[in-house]
């Protein structure tokens, strides 16, 4: 028995993680789609397609998916999508930005407010939780693409606001009026990154115990995995002390 108890967790887990990856594809592909959409197919000279298909790359998609999704803008020009920002409070009053990309408002709204009120929350009016949150240009960078002090440099010459270094990757902050200014300057050194877009980033956060955490937790993966949802923000603290692991 605990040997097929074990094949059924690695089943279990398997079938979880291709899910996911077919849901990060779809949104990634939406992206492309909507970006070749609304600017030039060639992404060097469309900054948020350029941006999309590297998120893309970074996320193994194959290069065929990314074609298909460039192409899709040129078939499907009847179907227009509306890019939304939903505001609202999650579990604890944890303050939550919801980007959405959507075909059918209707069906995002609907969708996402059953999510809010399943777990105790509120999507409210525009400006109920923006304000405790500003709007910046961030890229990320993998560790071993350049080094701590040669990023930090890189991002004072560029013009960028703030450069932090983790175990994991480079983080340089912008404003978001200097945010293509600056990521071009950067791609002139170092041609991929893990991310770089547009993102609300919390003024101050809340800091909850283990359990009301977890909680928080998984109401933003119920959100993420929404299919018109494509990010999803919260000015949530997360003590790195007590054994949470921080999604990058």
């Known amino acids: 028995m605990a040997g097929h108890s074990h094949w059924a967790g690695i089943k279990h887990r398997k079938g979880r993680a291709d899910e996911q990856r077919s849901k990060i594809f779809s949104k990634l592909s939406k992206e492309i789609t909507v970006a070749a959409k609304l600017g030039s197919k060639d992404p060097s000279m469309n900054p948020r397609l350029r941006a999309a298909i590297q998120a893309a790359k970074t996320a193994n998609m194959p290069k065929d998916n990314i074609k298909r999704a460039i192409n899709k803008s040129e078939i499907n020009k009847n179907i227009n999508y509306s890019s939304l920002l939903y505001e609202g409070f999650g579990p604890e009053k944890v303050a939550i930005l919801v980007e959405a990309l959507t075909d059918n408002r209707n069906r995002t709204v609907s969708s996402i407010r059953t999510i809010f009120q399943k777990f105790g929350g509120n999507l409210g009016e525009t400006g109920v939780a923006s304000h405790q949150f500003k709007q910046v240009g961030v890229i990320r ?3 071993n693409k350049i080094s701590d002090n040669e990023i930090l440099e890189l991002a004072i010459d560029c013009g960028a606001e703030d450069c932090l270094s983790n175990k994991s990757y480079h983080e340089v902050t912008t404003k978001k009026e200097n945010f293509y200014k600056v990521k071009i300057k950067i791609e002139k050194r170092i041609q991929e990154f893990i991310s770089s877009d547009i993102e609300w980033l919390p003024i101050n956060k809340v800091l909850l115990d283990k359990e ?22 919260a000015n949530l603290e997360i003590d790195n002390s007590s054994g949470y692991k921080i999604p990058t």
Do not use: A
């Open 212 to 233: 009301k955490t977890n909680e928080v937790l998984s109401f933003l993966e119920t959100l993420e995995n929404d299919e018109d949802v494509q990010h999803v923000y």
């Open 141 to 143: 960078i993998e560790k």
